[in-house]
């Protein structure tokens, strides 16, 4: 429990502190997420409207593989980013390996499947509910899909939050492809990942205490807007 | 300018068949609907009457036989036609919203849209209630909304799915003073019920179906004066059917 009680402290002296090391981490980390979770939802949110839609061939398969894909190993994601942007990969001319690009790119893989299979879900719900009825006012499918996305968008910014949480508490993904380099790829996770390899368990643990505050604000901050949002029309 | 003329009607139905696994819900219905006065479908739970006004609104297809408005086939995207459910599923949004909505789907510009959704609103006094939420009305104030929905297209044919089905006895008595009001203002009405006596108040003619077949179509008057089948007389006499 000692450790425990330390922790505590080194992390709210880490904080009260404005320690500038810990401030450019936990910015990186922010940044690289929240981007990899605004165009993970760019894709996710279309891509598991149109699966929950649409009927097309290779349907079926694409869901089995994006319901398989929301449990992949983030250390294989790194991999497979590394070696498409490592200087002999086809990418590789862009430069991007040990970059935050880099590490953005691989949480965007991470959490897609994650933010689109659970879209598909939520929109084939909806759809059963809606489906007769906008139809018989006139709606085609276009403006079908876009109806309701727009009256799932409560539970749909819950999804992108699953996402959101997943990308900020991985670590394999962004060691492999960020590298963890002081001052430029260094993330919260990679820190902690650090620090506990060099024995400054007490510093790892305060990271770990200061990113699961970071998470929890961050999402009840968007439960309570949503929850604001929800109370006026429903 | 009177615009009876333009009237997709009359509404023809051939040899219209729906099976449904392996049991035959519409039978080979035959019948021509005319533009004049409100039209009901009644029958007894089963019947087939629902199918058969969503087949008129496009949202089924037949299996066999055709229906065609004016020698059209029916698309729910069409505006000068539009459909009321028994139980309507509002959006999310203001009672005012879910107007507007309908209006937007169907291109509507907006000055024009103002000017039908208030229009729509008087006529079913939901002006003081625009503002709320559509989800939390009462099963009356819904009703009305379902009806402002159809209505504020300013649709040539309107298919009501028994709407007042749900209602006490108040609200039946609104929703069928505002259907008589729609009717008289140029606007066919089509709808399903399975009651006699509200087909006693509205319907200029009835069709009058049992297990998917058309047992008679006659004015109502007729109807409730002189059955021609034998089953219209067990219906109107509260016998059950077989």
Same mark, same amino acid.
């Given at each position: 429990?000692?450790?425990?009680?330390?922790?505590?402290?080194?992390?709210?002296?880490?904080?009260?502190?404005?320690?500038?090391?810990?401030?450019?981490?936990? +910015? %990186?980390? !922010?940044?690289?997420?929240? &981007? *990899?979770?605004? $165009? =993970?939802?760019?894709?996710?949110?279309?891509?598991?409207? /149109?699966?929950?839609?649409?009927?097309?061939?290779?349907?079926?398969?694409?869901?089995?593989?994006?319901?398989?894909?929301?449990?992949?190993?983030?250390?294989?994601?790194?991999?497979?980013?590394?070696?498409?942007?490592?200087?002999?990969?086809?990418?590789? +001319? %862009?430069? !991007?390996?040990?970059?935050? &690009? *880099?590490?953005? $790119? =691989?949480?965007?893989?991470?959490?897609?499947?994650?933010? /689109?299979?659970?879209?598909?879900?939520?929109?084939?719900?909806?759809?059963?509910?809606?489906?007769?009825?906008?139809?018989?006012?006139?709606?085609?499918?276009?403006?079908?899909?876009?109806?309701?996305?727009?009256?799932?968008?409560?539970?749909?910014?819950?999804?992108?939050?699953?996402?959101?949480?997943?990308?900020?508490?991985?670590?394999?993904?962004?060691?492999?492809?960020?590298?963890?380099?002081?001052?430029?790829?260094?993330?919260?996770?990679?820190?902690?990942?650090?620090?506990?390899?060099?024995?400054?368990?007490?510093?790892?643990?305060?990271?770990?205490?200061?990113?699961?505050?970071?998470?929890?604000?961050?999402?009840?901050?968007?439960?309570?807007?949503?929850?604001?949002?929800?109370?006026?029309?429903? | 300018?009177?615009?009876?003329?333009?009237?997709?009607?009359?509404?023809?139905?051939?040899?219209?068949?729906?099976?449904?696994?392996?049991?035959?819900?519409?039978?080979?219905?035959?019948?021509?609907?005319?533009?004049?006065?409100?039209?009901?479908?009644?029958?007894?739970?089963?019947?087939?009457?629902?199918?058969?006004?969503?087949?008129?609104?496009?949202?089924?297809?037949?299996?066999?036989?055709?229906?065609?408005?004016?020698?059209?086939?029916?698309?729910?995207?069409?505006?000068?036609?539009?459909?009321?459910?028994?139980?309507?599923?509002?959006?999310?949004?203001?009672?005012?919203?879910?107007?507007?909505?309908?209006?937007?789907?169907?291109?509507?510009?907006?000055?024009?849209?103002?000017?039908?959704?208030?229009?729509?609103?008087?006529?079913?006094?939901?002006?003081?209630?625009?503002?709320?939420?559509?989800?939390?009305?009462?099963?009356?104030?819904?009703?009305?909304?379902?009806?402002?929905?159809?209505?504020?297209?300013?649709?040539?044919?309107?298919?009501?799915?028994?709407?007042?089905?749900?209602?006490?006895?108040?609200?039946?008595?609104?929703?069928?003073?505002?259907?008589?009001?729609?009717?008289?203002?140029?606007?066919?009405?089509?709808?399903?019920?399975?009651?006699?006596?509200?087909?006693?108040?509205?319907?200029?003619?009835?069709?009058?179906?049992?297990?998917?077949?058309?047992?008679?179509?006659?004015?109502?008057?007729?109807?409730?004066?002189?059955?021609?089948?034998?089953?219209?007389?067990?219906?109107?006499?509260?016998?059950?059917?077989?």
């Amino acid at each position: 429990m000692n450790d425990f009680s330390q922790a505590f402290l080194k992390a709210i002296q880490l904080i009260l502190n404005l320690d500038p090391n810990l401030i450019e981490i936990v +910015a %990186l980390s !922010l940044r690289v997420s929240l &981007t *990899a979770v605004l $165009i =993970a939802s760019l894709i996710g949110l279309p891509l598991g409207a /149109a699966l929950a839609l649409y009927k097309f061939f290779g349907r079926g398969l694409l869901v089995a593989i994006l319901n398989t894909f929301m449990g992949l190993p983030p250390v294989v994601v790194g991999l497979v980013v590394y070696l498409i942007l490592s200087r002999s990969g086809p990418l590789g +001319a %862009l430069g !991007l390996l040990f970059t935050p &690009t *880099a590490m953005v $790119i =691989a949480q965007v893989c991470l959490i897609t499947p994650i933010i /689109a299979a659970l879209t598909r879900q939520t929109i084939l719900d909806a759809n059963n509910e809606f489906h007769a009825q906008l139809r018989a006012l006139g709606a085609k499918s276009l403006s079908m899909m876009n109806t309701l996305l727009w009256e799932t968008r409560y539970s749909l910014v819950t999804n992108v939050f699953a996402g959101f949480g997943r990308a900020i508490a991985e670590v394999g993904a962004v060691l492999i492809v960020g590298g963890n380099i002081n001052h430029n790829t260094r993330v919260m996770t990679t820190s902690i990942a650090l620090e506990t390899s060099k024995g400054n368990i007490e510093l790892a643990l305060a990271l770990g205490m200061i990113l699961i505050t970071l998470s929890l604000i961050v999402t009840s901050a968007v439960m309570s807007a949503r929850h604001a949002a929800y109370n006026v029309y429903s | 300018m009177v615009m009876t003329s333009a009237l997709p009607l009359p509404l023809k139905i051939q040899h219209l068949s729906v099976s449904r696994q392996g049991k035959l819900l519409l039978d080979s219905v035959n019948a021509t609907i005319e533009s004049t006065g409100i039209t009901i479908i009644l029958g007894p739970n089963g019947a087939g009457k629902s199918l058969l006004l969503r087949i008129a609104h496009g949202l089924e297809r037949p299996d066999a036989g055709s229906l065609r408005w004016d020698q059209h086939i029916p698309k729910p995207e069409e505006s000068w036609r539009t459909f009321v459910f028994q139980k309507p599923i509002f959006l999310q949004r203001s009672v005012l919203a879910n107007l507007e909505y309908v209006l937007s789907l169907h291109k509507v510009v907006k000055i024009r849209k103002n000017l039908l959704i208030q229009q729509a609103l008087q006529h079913t006094g939901l002006v003081k209630l625009s503002a709320q939420s559509a989800r939390i009305l009462s099963g009356g104030e819904q009703q009305r909304l379902n009806i402002a929905r159809a209505w504020v297209l300013e649709p040539k044919v309107m298919l009501l799915d028994e709407p007042t089905a749900e209602l006490d006895p108040s609200g039946v008595a609104t929703i069928e003073r505002l259907i008589k009001k729609i009717a008289q203002q140029n606007t066919k009405i089509i709808m399903t019920t399975h009651s006699l006596d509200q087909a006693k108040r509205l319907a200029h003619d009835i069709l009058f179906l049992h297990q998917g077949r058309l047992i008679e179509h006659t004015p109502a008057k007729v109807y409730f004066a002189q059955p021609q089948t034998s089953l219209a007389e067990d219906f109107l006499a509260g016998k059950l059917l077989d």
